[in-house]
């Protein structure tokens, strides 16, 4: 449920809010938790979860092959085998919001176009919307 601030009141945005202040009584007393509204940084690793529930245990860290994915990492050699090197992702915490907006728009493409298509149809579909009908005012 989502609310706007007005002064000293909370404006119900959605249906949901608008449902739970219909269930109300005016003077009724009720606890409220205050959560911010996402971040952008919250908004992708919103997705990356729910590839990641989809996926299972398949991949455990869904930014970091991500990162590979696009690029983002160093190949590095295993300590002591000069003939073996493995990618090493970068950290999207380590990225500043510049760089990881530009992370997101590759890994985007990635997820659309090599991802999806490989994921059940009711997933692709629902991961597909959360990333082409992100909710207006999620992240700052």
Known sequence: M????????????????????RELSIGEK????IQRAPTFRDYVHMIFARIGKVRGKSVQNIAGWLAIATGRCDIVPLPGDDSRSFPVPHSTSSM???????????????ILQEILPLL?????????????????????
């Not at 989502?2 to 202040?21: C, E, G, H, S």
Request: net charge negative; no cysteine.
């Open 2 to 21: 989502d609310f706007n601030v007005a002064k000293n009141a909370l404006i119900p945005v959605d249906d949901d809010a608008r449902a739970k202040m």
């Open 30 to 33: 009720v606890r409220v938790r």
């Open 96 to 110: 500043n919001a510049v760089e990881f907006e530009a992370f997101w728009e590759d890994a985007r493409e990635v």
């Open 120 to 140: 059940p149809a009711a997933d692709a579909a629902a991961i597909r919307d959360m990333i082409e009908h992100p909710r207006r005012g999620s992240w700052s």
